[in-house]
């Protein structure tokens, strides 16, 4: 059995990897709560639907198509879970072309997002966001599911605030229900010049992990409230606790901003829930008022 002393020494190389890591996190820039996050797409041609480089032979990235509900390109908000809309006002040749390769996936729509605010100096660093759409091609027209479910992982971080900041890890939008394209309902039947109304979930997950249903932590479905980062802060406040009677034994004195930070103990549990039954990651619901 370790002693109590080898306990402590333990906790205490774990106070330093905490305090590298933070100070390390505290030059770069982070999201704050319900900061913006564009969205851009690569330019396709729209008689291949391969992408298009610029001069340079780097890829052309362009905003997301701009959503008539807000006058601009599609964005979503960091840590907020939401249901947005987003209605593609008028569907050109071009556009209905590309949508044609996308649905047949010969092309996938293909978009990233910055994984943290515009740096001053580094250069921007992105993650891939792949707009997974499902429909089916006629001759005359396509159908097209509108539902979209957006999974965004934030990286893992001691969120010791429940509006804590944070830096983008991966993220994925799918269709949902593909099959019952046929039935009409979150699908829409489109001919060049229709408006196309899109719908998406966002949720948002603290950790690239998902939460499991098997093990030790549970995922509790539609409502849930128990998740995937539950035991992680349990560590993180235990570890807190420790490493208080370990400066208590050996009188270190620990930066004024470490132990505001460390013994915080707050977990995210319940972030998620915005009263509707309908968040299920840990970021917060929109309010709206
Ligand atoms: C995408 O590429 C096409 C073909 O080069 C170009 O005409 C178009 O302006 C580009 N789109 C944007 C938004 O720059
Ligand atoms: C989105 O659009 C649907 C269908 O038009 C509507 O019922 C819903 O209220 C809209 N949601 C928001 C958040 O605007
Ligand atoms: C787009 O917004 C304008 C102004 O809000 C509205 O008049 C128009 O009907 C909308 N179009 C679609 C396709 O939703």
């Not at 704050?32 to 992408?51: D, F, K, L, Q, W």
């Not at 891939?128 to 979209?148: D, E, M, N, R, Y």
């Not at 999974?151 to 605030?161: A, E, G, I, R």
């Not at 470490?258 to 995210?268: D, K, Y």
């Amino acid at each position: 059995m370790p002693s109590v002393s080898q306990a402590l020494v333990g906790a205490l190389v774990l106070m330093v990897d905490f305090a590298t890591a933070t100070l390390r996190e505290g030059v770069l820039p982070a999201y704050h709560y319900g900061a913006p996050i564009p969205v851009s797409c690569m330019n396709r041609s729209t008689e291949t639907g391969e992408h298009i480089q610029d001069v340079h032979d780097e890829i052309q990235w362009i905003p997301f198509p701009v959503c008539n509900e807000t006058s601009k390109p599609l964005e979503f908000h960091y840590g907020t879970e939401s249901e947005v809309n987003c209605t593609v006002a008028m569907i050109d040749d071009p556009f209905f072309h590309l949508l044609e390769f996308y649905i047949h996936s010969d092309a996938p729509l293909a978009c990233r997002l910055p994984a943290r605010p515009q740096p001053h100096i580094e250069a921007q660093e992105y993650i891939p966001l792949v707009f997974a759409l499902a429909g089916t091609l006629q001759k005359s027209h396509l159908h097209i599911s509108t539902h979209l479910n957006v999974l965004l992982h934030s990286t893992p971080k001691h969120h010791v605030h429940p509006h804590d900041s944070g830096v983008l890890d991966s993220g994925i939008a799918y269709s949902t229900s593909p099959l019952s394209h046929m039935d009409g309902s979150q699908t829409k039947r489109l001919v060049i010049g229709d408006p196309l109304p899109l719908s998406l979930s966002v949720r948002w997950f603290p950790t690239p992990a998902l939460p499991k249903t098997e093990g030790k932590v549970e995922w509790a479905g539609m409502g849930g409230h128990v998740y995937a980062s539950t035991i992680f802060y349990g560590l993180v406040s235990f570890t807190a606790g420790v490493l208080g009677s370990a400066v208590y034994f050996f009188g270190v004195v620990l930066p004024k901003r470490l132990r505001g930070r460390g013994l915080g103990g707050a977990t995210p549990l319940g972030y998620g829930l915005n009263g509707k039954g309908v968040g299920n990651g840990w970021g917060i619901a929109k309010r709206i008022d």
